[in-house]
């Protein structure tokens, strides 16, 4: 039986015999209520549990499939995870070079206007 919470997130699953087959226990997209930053809220069972998980399994799963497309521009998964480890190493190292604020004031950052390889690469 599903909970009053799960039905009311997910409203329009729970109003078809297929879409209740999904959510319910043991089903492919099974719905379950849980604490999230201290809020009980219904979430996917087998969810991952960040951007990056999800995002490291979709490129696993679909390395040439289109990820973003803008106009003529095409980004596959595996150039999108290529850009998103060249930001996190350049954030890594501009984070590990700032010193820490003193006296409640906000650390600078210098940006520089030259893009990383990993980005560059990643945009064409």
């Not at 809220?41 to 679909?62: K, Q």
């Amino acid at each position: 039986m599903l909970s009053e919470l799960i039905r009311d997130t997910f409203s329009l699953a729970v109003d078809t015999e297929f879409g209740r087959s999904l959510i319910c226990p043991g089903g492919l997209f099974e719905v379950v209520e849980d604490d999230v930053l201290g809020e009980r809220m219904a979430v996917l069972m087998n969810r991952e549990t960040s951007i990056f998980n999800l995002l490291r399994a979709s490129t696993a799963n679909n390395p040439d499939g289109e990820y973003l497309a803008d106009g003529e521009r095409r980004l596959t998964y595996r150039k999108h995870m290529a850009a998103v480890g060249g930001l996190g190493s350049s954030m890594a190292l501009v984070t590990a070079s700032t010193p820490p604020a003193r006296d409640g004031a906000e650390p600078t950052i210098k940006h520089s206007s030259t893009p990383r390889p990993a980005l560059a690469s990643a945009s064409r």
